[in-house]
């Protein structure tokens, strides 16, 4: 096969012109414009096309009219528009604004809208899922479908309000630790597996409400590794061992309101409670003992929780600092009444209902969780 030389470009004095044109006449571009419905463009004398009069002021020449538009070419005319006319209309465009101001016009957004914007494209998915919009969640008596768990708790939520749901498998897409600082799940419908796959990714836990679930050892071994724990309500919980408690209370040092009232316990349960509670507890729940909370583990409570203020079981010790006691159905009037005039200091059977280590207390109004208030929370009575 035998290359072909690159032909050399002829020079000017060749017979070949180096300069070319298109062979159209203008006069046929008219009639082919005029044909579709569009209207030419004719320049005045001065070859300005279409320019607006006051851009014009040097010009010695009147402005020229504007030629009036045939009924035929009124559908479609080609109009050039100056340049500052197209500046001042343009405005702001949402793809032109920074990261910091998005998040700063997300953060004034309720959960719903929150959801609905993730869905616009991809930068502001990542946007609406920053850690800054998750700080306070709230999914109170809500049907949580498979999933939604796991990918909003990673989120970055640290207060987490979610009693009386119904929670599907989480689903957690990773195993890097939440940032929960505060969680009540209390009376909600889920299973120990699930519940543990929720809590084994806890560490940070001051407050924590597990009221009415069913739990299982490896709960309570994940509930002990969260030393800041402060607040623990296990009322009516079942599921769990002696041993397991007894590890549990051993390692949370730093409790200061337990509720351990009507839980599944045997006597080996109440023991492993009373010995190793921790002596910082100011507010204590061991109500619902009768059969196996005697007058020596009274005394052995004294002796380690010398600051308590709240105490309410069946049996009564020696606490120079305690404030309130409730004592229901244990005594008889008569002997409430003796009681109370022994103890003129202190206030006796005052609350039908106990609000020691549980989130919230009062009407059903009340949305806060130990105090602190919800910001992400939905309106509509639909599940996700």
């Keep these: 096969m035998h290359r072909k030389h690159l032909r050399e470009i002829p020079s000017s ?66 109009v050039r528009r100056s340049r500052l006319l197209q500046e001042a209309e343009s405005g702001v465009f949402w793809d032109t604004l920074p990261d910091e101001l998005l998040l700063a016009i997300f953060a004034y957004l309720p959960l719903n809208d929150l959801l609905k914007v993730s869905l616009v494209c991809k930068r502001w998915h990542c946007l609406s899922f920053d850690e800054s919009l998750w700080q306070s969640l709230d999914l109170t008596g809500r049907s949580l479908l498979p999933g939604v768990i796991g990918q909003l708790l990673p989120a970055g939520v640290t207060v987490f309000r979610c009693p009386r749901s119904c929670i599907g498998n989480p689903l957690f897409k990773t195993s890097k630790p939440l940032r929960v600082q505060h969680m009540d799940l209390s009376n909600c419908t889920v299973s120990a597996a699930d519940l543990q796959s929720i809590l084994c990714r806890c560490e940070k836990l001051q407050n924590l409400s597990l009221e009415g679930l069913v739990l299982s050892d490896d709960i309570i071994k994940n509930i002990a590794k969260n030393p800041s724990l402060m607040r623990l309500n296990l009322c009516g919980c079942s599921g769990f061992s002696a041993a397991a408690l007894k590890l549990m209370l051993s390692s949370c040092s730093t409790l200061e309101e337990l509720n351990l009232s009507w839980c599944d316990f045997t006597a080996t ?116």
């Design 269 to 384: 349960h109440v023991k492993a409670a009373v010995n190793h509670i921790t002596s910082k507890v100011t507010q204590l729940n061991l109500s619902g003992y009768r059969q196996n909370l005697q007058i020596p583990d009274i005394k052995t409570l004294v002796e380690r929780c010398p600051f308590l203020v709240h105490l309410d079981l069946r049996e009564l010790g020696e606490i120079p600092t305690l404030k309130t006691l409730q004592v229901f159905g244990i005594v008889t009037h008569r002997s409430l009444q003796l009681l109370r005039e022994t103890l003129p200091n202190m206030k006796i059977n005052c609350s039908h209902f106990t609000s020691i280590a549980r989130p919230t207390v009062g009407s059903k109004k009340n949305h806060e969780i130990w105090g602190i208030k919800c910001r992400l929370t939905l309106r509509n009575p639909n599940g996700l």
């Design 13 to 78: 004095s060749s017979n070949v012109s180096a300069s070319f044109t298109w062979d159209w006449d203008s006069s046929k571009t008219s009639e082919f414009l005029s044909s579709m419905g569009v209207s030419v463009l004719k320049k005045d004398k001065l070859g300005n096309e279409n320019t607006p009069q006051d851009l014009l002021v040097s010009s010695p020449c009147p402005p020229q009219k504007r030629p009036k538009v045939k009924e035929k070419e009124k559908d479609f005319v080609i």
